[in-house]
């Protein structure tokens, strides 16, 4: 499968026009507006800065490591070793407001997407249904890093269906240069928006058979996982059977499980991030912080390995296991991001995830639905695992845990359900379980944005 190829124009444009800054990222300057706008006049131009917002995710702030670890070291599948001195902190769930996040690289992208957005398709030269495509990718992307900075600064497990959401970023350049944290109820509404709008505009017809950019079907299963969180059970139902009735996608079998996160592309990939041997995070990656001598920081604890029944591929020797590196070092992720040259694919969206999700949304909606308990065991009959009896939180939360371990999802799991994380290992597990509601459940706004934005307002816990 091909790998996406970045352009000179983009790597110009972005070098010369978007910063790490955060306060530029969320307001840049009249001047690159400008710059920004006189440089695009044809379709490959906005082609160009769409790859430069794909490869903008996959720092190591983002999905190239960061964001994914924190929600493995943060709940009850993951710990620190502190080999390296990294995640230490985070597996504390002891953050204080230096700490950076991947706030900066998710707004970047936001005003990558807010210049495509926002151009004038009759002053653009090409072709005007692949122009519109492109635009719906962008409205997609809006949508997910908004999401992504929402699940982990928003306060919305305190209680208040007012509570501070994020800054809701439409507009590349704007008049309102301090902008204010909207309530997560807004945002979500604005997530929304951007997803019906990307759907809307993405012809299925168009997408690119890469999966390594969003398409139609690709924003369908964004819905997907937004509508799971916030409990939107309706839109959950019905976006995941448009996928489900496209029949483009598959669970990967069993037989094929560990193979798929070496391949790009796999019947069960909706969405994911193109990685290459020269294109790639390098040591700051997800592979040297599963695994290696110089980092291999995180480990999985012996409570997520005893999760999975007797043959379960999931875990099996090319899965989880010791370090062939450090022999001593238990339970570490072997089988995802397995590639010591860095280029293995980040999978975003993977058809197992509507799945369950839907088998969760039809059970919601209707505990007897016999449907429930058939889509959720879809996936363990492909793992070689023992099927369940009965659809409840548990299982659909256990099934979940096993599928998507190492990828980040376990915290956001918790946390929508309103549970406590799980305290499994008074050992290794240094956050101690904190208990849902508590402050620690989402980071601090980062200091250098309290400070270049005086309406910025902290997160309770970090004043």
């Known amino acids: 499968m091909k790998k996406i190829i970045y352009t000179l124009f983009t790597i110009a ?6 910063t790490s800054c955060s306060k530029e990222a969320l307001d840049p300057t009249l001047a690159q507006a400008k710059a920004v706008e006189g440089s695009i006049t044809k379709v ?17 702030g983002y999905y190239g490591r960061d964001f994914i670890i924190w929600g493995e070291v943060r709940s009850d599948n993951c710990f620190s070793n502190g080999n390296s001195g990294r995640f230490v902190a985070d597996a504390r769930m002891d953050y204080t407001t230096n700490f950076g996040g991947h706030w900066a690289e998710a707004y970047s992208v936001i005003a990558i997407a807010n210049i495509i957005i926002n151009i004038n398709p009759d002053e653009i030269e090409g072709d005007a249904d692949q122009l519109e495509h492109y635009i719906g ?43 204010v944290r909207d309530t997560w109820q807004n945002n979500l509404n604005d997530i929304y928006a951007d997803i019906d709008m990307a759907i809307s505009m993405m012809d299925p017809a168009l997408d690119d058979d890469s999966k390594e950019l969003f398409t139609y079907y690709g924003a369908h299963a964004l819905k997907v996982r937004v509508a799971t ?34 391949v790009d592309g796999d019947v069960n990939s909706i969405f994911e991030l193109a990685f290459s041997s020269v294109d790639n995070a390098n040591i700051n990656g997800l592979q040297y912080i599963y695994r290696g001598t110089s980092y291999g920081d995180v480990q999985a604890l012996e409570d997520l390995y005893l999760a999975f029944d007797p043959g379960d591929v999931r875990a099996a020797a090319d899965m989880i296991g010791p370090d062939p590196d450090v022999p001593t070092r238990d339970y ?40 429930a308990l058939t889509q959720l065991n879809l996936v363990p009959a492909e793992r070689n695992a023992l099927l369940y009896t009965e659809v409840n939180e548990d299982n659909i939360l256990k099934e979940r845990r096993r599928e998507f371990c190492f990828e980040g999802l376990r915290f956001h799991d918790l946390a929508r359900t309103g549970r406590d994380i799980p305290y499994v290992d008074t050992f290794n597990q240094t956050h101690e379980g904190p208990a849902y509601g508590t402050y620690k459940f989402a980071f601090p706004i980062p200091l250098g944005e309290m400070d270049a934005n005086p309406n910025m307002v902290q997160n309770r816990g970090y004043i």
Not at 13 to 18: D, H, I, R
Not at 332 to 360: H, M, Q, T, W
């Open 13 to 18: 444009l972005l070098a010369g026009v978007l």
């Open 44 to 60: 490959e131009d906005i082609k160009g800065l769409l790859y430069g917002a794909y490869n903008r995710m996959t720092g190591s």
């Open 137 to 179: 990718q962008a409205y997609a992307l809006r949508a997910l890093c908004h999401y992504d900075l929402l699940i982990y600064y928003g306060q919305m497990h305190n209680g208040d269906a007012a509570g501070l959401g994020i800054p809701y970023i439409k507009e590349y350049k704007s008049e309102d240069i301090a902008p």
């Open 229 to 262: 969180y916030f409990g939107d059970w309706s839109d959950v139902v019905s976006s995941a059977e448009i996928i489900i009735a496209s029949g483009n996608y598959s669970i990967v079998p069993g037989a094929g499980f560990a193979n798929s996160f070496l």
């Open 332 to 371: 570490c992720n072997l089988g995802k991001y397995p590639s010591y040259d860095y280029s293995d694919n980040v999978p975003v969206l993977r058809y197992e995830e509507v799945i369950l999700s839907y088998a969760e949304a039809l059970w919601r909606i209707n505990p007897a639905d016999a449907n």
